[in-house]
């Protein structure tokens, strides 16, 4: 069993950064990849972001790519994204899943003023 919180969610101006945490525990977090969802209101999940367990390859929806950057700290049991030139676009309910999507955090609200 893996466990997973979000963190570093809140309300921004278009153009400014936050950086969203996920913290894990349980099963061995590094034999994972991880990934980055999101979900606006009234819209589907959709994913972000990916990170190979090593850390050695990233995958990034178009609509993030040159914007994102994920990156994980097994040490630290944490993965972050980097989320820099919000758009309001960017506003939703940011999701960290792993486990081949088995395992999934309760979210972290991003909300980019305009």
């Known amino acids: 069993q893996v466990q997973l919180v979000e963190s570093g969610g809140g309300l921004v101006q278009a153009g400014g950064s936050l950086r969203l945490s996920c913290a894990a525990s349980?099963?061995?977090?590094?034999?994972?990849?991880m990934g980055w969802f999101r979900q606006a209101p009234g819209k589907e999940r959709e994913f972000v972001a990916a990170?190979?367990?090593?850390?050695?390859?990233?995958y990034y929806a178009d609509s993030v790519k040159g914007r994102f950057t994920i990156a994980r700290d097994n040490g630290k049991n944490t993965v972050y994204l980097q989320m820099n030139s919000l758009k309001a676009e960017d506003t939703a309910v940011y999701y960290c899943?792993?486990?081949?999507?088995?395992?999934w955090g309760k979210g972290t609200q991003v909300n980019v003023s305009s």
């Open positions: 899943c792993t486990g081949g999507f088995s395992y």
């Open positions: 349980g099963r061995t977090f590094s034999s994972y990849a």
């Open positions: 990170i190979s367990w090593s850390g050695g390859s990233t």
